[in-house]
Each structure stands twice: as structure tokens, then as C-alpha cells.
């Protein structure tokens, strides 16, 4: 189990392969029986859900210079 952790920890589960990359506009999850939506580790939902990409929902602004110390 914990070697299941750390992988997403570090980001290396993305790289098993069972785990399959799409890229979409959208998504819709459905399941048999009713399960929890986990987004961002927050218990958000329950299937059915739709994932849509909202565009230019994002704004970042951020210094042209770095400001952390060296």
C-alpha cells in the first residue's frame, strides 16, 4: 500500500501501464454502483460526473523576475 502511495506522490504511477492517457474536451464517469468523486484529494461528487475543460478559466500572474532567495 504504500508503495501505491508514494507512487502518486512522486507521479510515477503515471508511468505503469495500466494507467492510459486521453486527451478530450470531456468526460463522463459513469459506474455501476454510486461511488465517490475524489478531485484534487477532495471528496467532491458521486458518479455520474462530467469533466468539462473551461477555457481561460485559469488567470496566473506572477513577477518577470524570481523572488525567492537564493
Known amino acids: 500500500m504504500?508503495?501505491?502511495?508514494f507512487?502518486?506522490?512522486?507521479?510515477?504511477?503515471?508511468y505503469h501501464p495500466d494507467v492510459h492517457h486521453y486527451r478530450t474536451t470531456s468526460v463522463r464517469i459513469?459506474?455501476?454502483?454510486?461511488?465517490?468523486?475524489?478531485?484534487?484529494?477532495?471528496?467532491?461528487?458521486q458518479t455520474l460526473?462530467?469533466?468539462?475543460?473551461a477555457r481561460e478559466s485559469l488567470k496566473v500572474?506572477?513577477?518577470?523576475a524570481p523572488t525567492a532567495a537564493n
Open 30 to 45: 459513469e459506474t455501476t454502483r454510486t461511488l465517490p468523486t475524489n478531485v484534487d484529494g477532495e471528496l467532491v461528487d
Open 2 to 5: 504504500l508503495r501505491i502511495a
Open 61 to 64: 500572474v506572477a513577477p518577470h
Open 7 to 14: 507512487s502518486f506522490k512522486s507521479g510515477r504511477f503515471v
Open 49 to 53: 460526473v462530467v469533466f468539462t475543460l
